[in-house]
């Protein structure tokens, strides 16, 4: 079967902007001698077919780019922005989500992409635009770049993956499932006392549990923000955070997992990223209990 499509390519030296004119694309015939395999996406059924010619979705400086028949959705295949794979999908997820901490920028916002490179795959914010300008993806077909592969479920839903992990959107249900291949987790055996900082053992919002010290911030106080939060758990978190060099903080917002708790450095309203604090949460996502270490 032959499927024949309009696509938009980028304007020539603004591809992160989206700018975008129509071109006729010539058909795309999927070899009739590769095998298929139903995939399910909700109440739809769609035939995985051959994988179609990448270079029809080659946008130059080494991207590639495709869009949904929705033009809803879309992913951009972008090796220059890391040494490494690098994969960014635009989903129009509800603005009312809870708001995630972008681990690249900092920003703190909807999730309104997904990113897959070769160590993780994840939620993220997309700023930059341009995701969209790729031609369409048939319903059925893959689009395989190096190690990334996407493969258009329907008009509206898309399933992608990479070394770094894998998603699936539901484009009718506004939905996402990201699978990280290398969560970055580290257990902390949360200590009982701190001195004469561990009181109150619990603590409410505002009050402060204690002080944490590192050689190269000095004393900084640990400062209920959400719920109710034991104390010497809070304290024992922030001193891991600061001082345990087998926790890998990732990107500009320094982000980690301690011990269960997600930490950054975020960006506060009203103040430079500079003069933020530092802050710990159950949740990244939808906190009910957090801290912050500094003032």
């Known amino acids: 079967m032959s499927v024949r499509f309009v696509v938009a390519v980028a304007c020539a030296g603004v591809l992160a902007a989206g700018c975008s004119a129509s071109e006729d694309v010539s058909s795309v015939d999927p070899d009739s001698s590769t095998s298929t395999a139903a995939v399910d996406v909700g109440s739809t059924s769609v035939t995985a077919q051959s994988p179609v010619n990448q270079d029809k979705y080659y946008l130059g400086y080494g991207k590639h780019a495709f869009r949904l028949d929705s033009g809803q959705a ?6 220059n922005t890391q040494s490494t794979e690098h994969l960014s999908c635009t989903i129009p997820l509800p603005a009312t989500d809870a708001p995630i ?9 909807a999730a309104n992409s997904v990113t897959i490179d070769s160590e993780h795959a994840r939620k ?3 700023v930059a635009g341009g995701m969209l300008a790729g031609p369409v993806l048939p319903t059925g077909a893959t689009l395989a770049v190096g190690e990334l592969e996407c493969t258009a479920l329907s008009a509206t839903s898309m399933s992608c993956k990479g070394r770094g992990g894998s998603f699936t959107f539901d484009g009718d249900q506004r939905t996402v499932n990201v699978t990280d291949s290398n969560p970055i987790t580290t257990t902390v055996a949360p200590s009982s006392s701190f001195g004469a900082n561990s009181s109150p053992r619990v603590a409410g919002v505002g009050e402060e549990c204690g002080t944490i010290s590192s050689k190269s911030v000095g004393s900084l ?3 209920v923000l959400v719920g109710q939060v034991d104390c010497a758990e809070a304290l024992a978190i922030a001193d891991a955070y600061l001082n345990d060099t087998a926790v890998v903080k990732q990107g500009q917002g320094q982000f980690a997992d301690v011990g269960g708790w997600a930490c950054s450095w975020p960006y ?3 103040r430079s990223h500079a003069d933020s604090y530092l802050q710990c949460s159950d949740n990244r996502n939808e906190p009910k209990f957090s801290f912050r270490i500094g003032d």
């Open 74 to 79: 879309g992913c951009w295949f972008n090796p």
């Open 101 to 109: 901490t972008d681990p690249t920028t900092g920003i703190v916002a």
């Open 124 to 126: 993220a914010i997309n």
């Open 221 to 223: 106080p640990v400062v």
């Open 268 to 270: 506060v309203v009203g």
